[in-house]
């Protein structure tokens, strides 16, 4: 989004519509389309967080969406969290349901009513499923496409039991692990907090969060994950024999992460002439568009051909824009679109054996041989993802202010740091910083910031109070 | 399913659960879990009709699941057909809904709704989008894991417009071409018919529609493919400006696949050992046994590493079973779960540079020389996919009954075909093909054979009336 901050709500939702990312004009609220390009990049990236989740021994499975109302309640910590916001299904046609049915907000309750039915003994676990599916929250706030929507149109959620209580931490490590891995291909920089117990997941021992910070300053939550000691387990009656013949609950975590994701790589990476894609989840990665001087058609027209096969017999995501309009408008509608390489083939490059790359990310244009041609692809895509990352990273750095480690020891202190955290957040927004000082990490505190804490973080070897406004 | 009919839907039931496909034990009638295994035969399966849409110029979408009822109310045809089996959602939390919203029964409205934003002029023709969703109908009838399920698990609803007739028609025709390389890759036979005007599509101008023939001589609607015509169109207000500057409506088709496709795949090919699953959607296509013999063990372990290897690279399904339990048991497990093939390693084939070799789909086992590996693995798997595709066009072949083409002049032929097709359908079951006579074809006739009228079906040249027992 460059150096802009102020239009970024009214940029967002232009290029969702001009890069045919997501219509929102369906006549729900908080309800709309993906569209063919905008499911492409959902596709990719969540093949990546998939692939994740496979190599490290978890199944992918789908469960049902419709929850009947006693199932839900059964936790009840979990429903007081939800209950808002939960959609009912009362008839199905005119008959009236004996139960009411929520529509998932999301599935802990129909997960663990089946892993039940699947944990008798130790042996039975570790088990570790996950499902990309629609989930839905009747959300009184307004909404925002991909960011806060009534159906979740993807929720990539999940959930584990263990044997042990050292286990289900581990376990925690891991899925912070994944998602950090995964941020990372995405070039997504995020804080990582353990959130306050007043915000913790309905039902948790704990939550840890990830955050990003959008080019507004303001923070999103982009992912979560929650240790459930044997909260659920003790509800939903997880009972197993343990190795040495007596009895134990399982211990349970879960974790997901949705469409704020794609949300994030459009405002993280974007700029005033649209999208910037990273090459992993680009529809498109590469875009060949042939310069055609009359009575040379056929020569770049040909060269074309011959660039499109090899790249994309390498596997490549390649599109030859072959529309009889004049090359400055394909340039620009795929620049709108975050292509991340463009080639041009003119005719004297062709001559000289040259092919002309342009990097959507830097704007650059240069010259590789045409022998060079899958050497200078991979390279360039490298580094584009390179400089993506560092881009992001630098312009999320700018809005994080770390406060110095003074103590508060009395109230004037307090005020004085009251009203700094305030002003920080009002001018250069963003997070910030707080040293960790357990009399301030309150509720009261939170309310006087008139803004967020996200939780406790840690920077440098130091333990921070987390504050931010946040989405 | 072997030559036992009598117990075929215990025998479905049975391998469900036995081989992890579906658990049906959800406390909601009609809504289940894909269990990881049958995840994966699901995926794989899909993976193949996402690629043939993909590859004849579809797009992939993604609508909302929830419809508001004037929107599902706004074609009153459609409506009609579905309005007893839609469930409503009626509020959000404690709040009363202004208007109810309807769980997608399948998403012509949705859709249709947000073409008409997208539709101007004819060059916005042809769209083609399809999207793979869970949809949902109040069943009041026995439901069935992945027949009849109140929760559609998996519905792939493909929706196209066009600006002709002519255009709308060969749409039909591709969709058509397409479900039916579709269910050849799965080696499923089937009946195309054009369904009976009373039992169409609600809203559209008509059905072409495929069953299959479980091993209990039932029919299944496994695809359908509708042409609209301008019925939705002209509700929608899908107008458009025409090339030559006229008006008029677009034309528009539509054509689904379900997870009866998945239900397809275990009843016709599977025996009384378990599933038998076609290599290209089987999760794991091969599994490699060691035959450990003491004092040998390490070198059958070592063998089966290094071919797992081979395999692994050459990107097959494939999973090396280390399991510490006897081969004999392991066996089983695969049998049961339908591998298609099966590598047994023991110290004298190692020693003789041989690999056995056994095959799912016959029992066959066999050798072949360690060099010949890769060769000897794509062979067989040819030859299964074969061997599966002939046995289940022999059976279903086998329950296809064609009538001699008498003229039924007078009431005494007509009831003498009656009771003809009652005991076909009594005895031999299947599908009866009765020579078309515009005088049989209506629903009287249909209310006579106790059976239902799939529809008019062109068989060697001619047109048949087919009647079957459906599902």
Not at 188 to 213: H, L, N, V
Not at 331 to 348: S, Y
């Amino acid at each position: 989004m460059g150096e802009t901050v102020e239009n970024f709500s009214e940029w967002y939702g232009n290029i969702l519509e001009r890069a045919e990312i997501y219509d929102l004009r369906y006549p729900i609220k908080g309800c709309g389309v993906y569209l063919p390009y905008g499911f492409k990049i959902r596709k990719y990236a969540f093949e990546i967080i998939r692939n994740m989740l496979d190599e490290t021994g978890h199944d992918e499975a789908l469960f049902p969406m419709l929850i009947p109302e006693d199932l839900l309640a059964k936790e009840g910590e979990h429903i007081k969290g939800f209950e808002d916001e939960v959609y009912w299904v009362t008839h199905g046609g005119k008959t009236p349901l004996d139960v009411k049915l929520a529509l998932r907000p999301t599935s802990e309750t129909p997960i663990y009513y089946m892993m039940k039915l699947w944990i008798k003994v130790h042996t039975d676990l570790p088990i570790k499923v996950y499902q990309v599916v629609n989930t839905f929250r009747y959300e009184t706030k307004h909404t925002r496409p991909l960011i806060r929507l009534r159906e979740i149109m993807t929720f990539k959620e999940a959930h584990t039991a263990h044997a042990t209580k050292e286990d289900a931490e581990n376990q925690v490590k891991e899925a912070i692990n994944i998602y950090k891995n995964f941020f990372d291909e995405l070039g997504i920089p995020t804080i990582i907090s353990k959130r306050p117990e007043w915000d913790k997941f309905p039902g948790a021992e704990y939550t840890m969060a990830f955050d990003t910070i959008f080019p507004d300053g303001k923070t999103m939550q982009i992912g979560t994950v929650h240790n459930l000691g044997q909260n659920f387990a003790k509800t939903f009656e997880l009972e197993f024999e343990t190795a040495d013949g007596g009895k134990d609950y399982a211990y349970q975590t879960c974790y997901g992460i949705s469409d704020r994701v794609i949300a994030s790589i459009i405002a993280l990476h974007g700029d005033e002439k649209g999208l910037i894609l990273p090459p992993n989840v680009a529809p498109i990665q590469i875009v060949i568009i042939p310069l055609l001087f009359k009575g040379k058609e056929e020569i770049a027209m040909n060269k074309a051909e011959e660039v499109y096969n090899t790249l994309k017999e390498k596997g490549f995501r390649v599109k030859l824009d072959d529309r009889d309009i004049r090359p400055g408008r394909k340039f620009n509608d795929w620049e709108l679109k975050g292509a991340p390489i463009r080639i041009e083939l003119g005719p004297r490059d062709i001559e000289n054996k040259k092919i002309t790359l342009f990097r959507r990310d830097t704007g650059e244009k240069f010259q590789i041989n045409e022998d060079d041609l899958l050497d200078g692809i991979n390279n360039t895509m490298n580094s584009i993802m390179k400089t993506i990352k560092e881009k992001a990273n630098e312009r999320v750095n700018s809005f994080i202010t770390i406060m110095d480690n003074k103590n508060n020891k009395n109230n004037n202190d307090i005020e004085a740091l009251i009203d700094n955290v305030k002003e920080i957040l009002a001018e250069k927004k963003g997070v910030v910083l707080i040293p960790y000082d357990k009399n301030l990490y309150n509720e009261e505190f939170e309310e006087s910031i008139e803004a967020s804490v996200l939780g406790i973080t840690k920077c440098n070897g130091n333990e921070y109070i987390a504050v931010a406004r946040t989405y």
